[in-house]
């Protein structure tokens, strides 16, 4: 009875597949044979993993290449995903609240070594010094999540500063530079320091300089109240393999580090931007680009926002996101201008979405 229950969404689903290229919105400098293995890898990996949605968006020479959508953003209603459907980005949000905050450090107005409390008094001084370079290469101690409740809050926050009352009395968890230790929260102090720098509310700032500058329309922040056109419904598997629907989670307590949604070319844009300069300056992206050390020496495998791997011989800079309703990967080879955007409705594949990026990379540089 459970697998006569899925058939038919699996069974759309690959209907889905093979129609969508009418949807994609095409371009002739992506031939035909490498389009066919991008979609035949998409297409085993989205029947592998049982992902009903996933969108994408490809850029090659630092331009716009190809987008596209595959199976369901809402399985219920039998609504295609499409390059134009809308999902969460998760973690990729830190991406964007650095690149704000190397904006604010070019115009002198933010001091990466600084203590954090200069620009945002709402973080009680700690036992140790935080600054905003600790912050972004999460070498600060500030914690995480605590818990699954907390991860998964359906409060709704006013603020950046409101939702810091999250996590803001509490010790760190060890002395800044000693470890790596990846923090959400730490983000949301950034996104309060950028207010204070700035003198502006962090969703206008990120709007005004950064989205605007990109022109990346559908980016925006992520309200549960809103009616946001082309929403994707989220989905998570359950012990026994049955897709189900994902939990309310309200992320206003972390705007900066995974409270925004938009679409793959959006996102396309936000990478492509990024590397011809319109954002931040290429000595401030080389930095970014680069990864930091730990006091003893050892490299994190992340820079200022970005995590940063070598491949091939060729740097790769990426950030994906795992969050209610979404998987998401943005992965860029900087030096061939290239980007690859994958988005799907399925929870905890970021680590697969990854693999694919660089499966879809490897067939663009054939």
């Not at 309310?248 to 705007?255: E, F, N, P, Q, V």
């Not at 580090?257 to 992206?285: H, P, R, Y």
Request: charged share 20%; glycine share 10%; aromatic share 8%.
């Amino acid at each position: 009875m459970r697998n006569r229950s899925r058939q038919p969404v699996f069974v759309l689903t690959a209907m889905l597949l093979v129609s969508s290229a009418v949807h994609a919105q095409q371009s002739r400098a992506l031939p035909s044979e490498k389009l066919e293995k991008v979609e035949k890898a998409i297409s085993i990996q989205m029947s592998k993993l049982g992902i009903p949605g996933l969108s994408v968006s490809l850029v090659l020479d630092g331009k716009a290449l190809w987008s596209n959508g595959y199976g369901f953003s809402d399985v219920e209603n039998y609504v295609p995903a499409k390059a134009s459907t809308a999902y969460r980005l998760g973690s990729i949000s830190k991406s964007i609240t650095a690149t704000a905050v190397m904006q604010l450090v070019e115009r002198g107005k933010i001091d990466l070594d600084a203590p954090i409390q200069k620009y945002c008094p709402a973080f009680p001084p700690k036992q140790w010094p935080v600054t905003a370079r600790l912050l972004l290469g999460h070498l600060s101690g500030v914690r995480h999540y605590k818990s699954d409740a907390e991860f998964e809050s359906t409060r709704h926050y006013n603020t950046v500063v409101e939702g810091l009352g999250m996590f803001k009395d509490d010790p760190l968890l060890f002395e800044p530079g000693t470890k790596f230790g990846y923090t959400t929260h730490g983000y949301a102090v950034l996104g309060c320091a950028v207010e204070g720098a700035s003198g502006v509310r962090f969703p206008d700032y990120v709007r005004d300089n950064i989205f605007k500058t990109a022109s990346m329309y559908r980016m925006r922040v992520d309200n549960v109240s809103d009616i946001i056109p082309n929403r994707a419904q989220g989905y998570v598997k359950s012990q026994n393999g049955e897709l189900r629907n994902s939990g309310l989670a309200d992320t206003s307590y972390k705007i900066p580090g995974g409270g925004f949604i938009s679409t793959v070319d959006d996102l396309a844009k936000f990478a492509i931007a990024m590397q011809n300069g319109s954002l931040v300056k290429k000595e401030t992206l080389n930095l970014m680009w680069t990864s930091l050390k730990t006091k003893d020496g050892k490299p994190t495998g992340y820079g200022l926002g970005w995590s940063v791997e070598t491949r091939n011989g060729m740097k790769e800079v990426h950030h994906g996101g795992a969050q209610q309703r979404v998987s998401t990967f943005l992965y860029t080879i900087p030096e061939k201008g290239l980007a690859v955007v994958l988005m799907a409705n399925l929870e905890n594949i970021a680590g697969e979405l990854q693999s694919l990026c660089r499966e879809i990379a490897d067939i663009l540089l054939q």
